[in-house]
């Protein structure tokens, strides 16, 4: 496996840079709860023109390059629903033929979607979810839904017949209730969603067999993007610390020359590199459809929602007391990534999973130690 980007992949970066830099120019947060400044209607029809949702294994985009995407997203704090659009688009497009027809139609389309899988007191796990859909229709309640009042469609994670399943449907859907949430990044608002006996077409729904893969993949996929925004946070906090400390002049000299602080930053740049490292071998895990893909995507979201706080906190001390005032724009990046942290399972969260399913392959024996320990934790 090559985990050296390719000059369409680069130029690909380069491109989505550049319109975010046009599109989403930022601002210095002076107001508490101030917004990154831009249109995020205009954003997301930019980044549809762009084809950052044009997901093909063969000819569009794959996992690396929506992460691509992702990062720069983080980077520039950009207002988008932009992950779990991706992700969704990512799980169906190679089930597409085996899925009901509003997936079908959702891979080509440009319209945006939110994930529906969080529910109060419990966790990321698709399994025992309590919302159901039954004869009756859809029922349940979910929390942390971002996007949710601006999006096409809704994602909402369901028990269908006794199984994970996935129900696709439009935000105004007669028995679909938004309530506002309060959120930790203002520019990643959050909704929670009451489902009452909603009626929802067959053609939005996704059971069985193949809904267990679909949701496989979404939360694989949701995960990776979220690590990678982060990252792409995380990224731009140790690029401004770095500038800072060689900018910043006490006692004659930049804080730059102080070995102190050059172990903070040395620290910074090996965490901010392993995880980009990290996030880019499990999206080539994903694209090319290997057995490990799962652990690689799980570790690479465990070891981004610690790490990425890490690089946080060390560009809180680089840049001192100014980094905790309300007009320096630290404490945006933070908060972007402790939303992305708590997205498709915190570290914590995957610590778990990863070890339970590998003390269950030890104790399966040496004969079946070919089969994938991820298996268990795939869908998070």
Known sequence: MDLELTDEQQWLSEAVE????????GSTGSEPGEAAVGDPEALWQALVAFGALSVDRDEGLGAVELCLVSRALGASLACAPYNGSAALRFAAEPLADRLPEAYAELVPGDDSVSVALLEPGRGWSVTGTQTTLEPGGLR????????????????????????PGLVLLTADTPGVALTPQ?????????SAVELADVDVP??????????????????LAGGLLAAAEAVGA??????????YAGERRQFGRTI??????RHILADMYVRQASMWSTVLYAAAALDDDLDEAGRAAAVAKAYVSRSAREVAHGAMQVFGGIAFTQEHPAHRFLRRIVVREQQFGDGAHHERELGRALAAGAGRGHQHSSDNPAASVSAH
């Open 256 to 261: 730059g020359s102080y070995q102190a602080l």
């Open 18 to 25: 550049t319109l975010l830099g046009r599109e989403w120019p």
């Open 182 to 190: 309060p959120a930790f990044d203002s520019a990643v608002p959050m």
């Open 202 to 219: 067959a053609s939005g729904v996704a059971e069985g067999p193949v809904a267990a893969e679909l949701l496989r993949r979404l939360t």
């Open 234 to 243: 995380a990224g731009r906090l140790l690029e401004d610390a770095r500038t």
């Open 140 to 163: 349940g309640r979910k929390v942390a839904v971002e996007h949710a009042e601006s999006v096409d469609r809704l994602a909402v994670v369901a028990a269908v017949g006794g199984t």
